[in-house]
């Protein structure tokens, strides 16, 4: 669909488009309207274009046809849409690292309208970065780290804090640093990989965790106070 959005076919065209919208947001897509990507990304902005109308505008930017911004904002992705706001860039925090545009397709309609919703209402009270409504960082789980986060959220909630989310030696050293006796059990003070062997063995708390979160083992202990 990207004969249905209006295209800029140089950069003197870009930015004409950036600087003469006071009042709404500029969506720019940067691609080739032949990628298969761009294809899913332009269907998307194609359908949600009337809903957005009076807060946002579609361009569609060919990065062959106008290469003057491929190294300014590194596009070297497929597909790549950016938020402009009175002659400024809006950075989205979606969540993946990378704050300053959108590298794949978003196939959700209403997705697409709240982040650019974001985006007007941030840039209309000043803001240069907007946190985006849906955390994107879980979308793959990339690397070791990814992998360790898929494993560590399959641990049994028995053997959990309240709230059920895993926890980490990160979330002992921040309890440590606030200057309070940590709540997570012991074995989720040391590693992950003590945790994933705790829960395959049982989960058993230690007899020191936080009273009324575990049971009272063993009972001839007497608590003390702050444990």
């Not at 990378?98 to 978003?106: D, E, P």
Request: with cysteine; glycine share 8%.
């Amino acid at each position: 669909m990207a004969y249905m959005l209006p295209h800029l076919d140089s950069g003197w065209a870009v930015d004409q488009a950036i600087l003469n919208e006071d009042e709404r947001v500029v969506v720019l897509r940067f691609g080739h309207d032949w990628d298969p990507t761009c294809m899913e990304m332009d269907e998307v902005l194609w359908q949600i274009s009337e809903q957005v109308q009076n807060f946002a505008v579609v361009y569609l930017v060919d990065i062959s046809q106008v290469p003057d911004f491929n190294t300014m904002y590194e596009l070297y992705d497929p597909c790549t849409v950016m938020f402009f706001f009175r002659n400024k860039h809006i950075m989205v925090d979606l969540g993946t690292g990378n704050n300053n545009k959108i590298n794949w397709a978003l196939t959700n309609h209403q997705e697409l309208i709240d982040i650019i919703e974001t985006v007007y209402r941030g840039a209309r009270k000043g803001r240069g970065l907007v946190v985006s409504p849906k955390d994107y960082s879980t979308k793959k789980p990339w690397g070791v780290l990814g992998a360790t986060r898929a494993v560590l959220n399959t641990v049994d909630r028995r053997a959990l804090p309240a709230g059920g989310r895993a926890a980490t030696a990160l979330d002992s050293s921040a309890a440590v640093a606030n200057g309070r006796r940590s709540r997570l059990p012991w074995n989720a003070k040391t590693s992950p990989a003590i945790l994933w062997s705790s829960w395959r063995c049982g989960g058993l708390p230690h007899w020191r965790s936080r009273p009324g979160r575990f049971p009272r083992w063993p009972p001839h202990r007497r608590w003390r106070k702050g444990l």
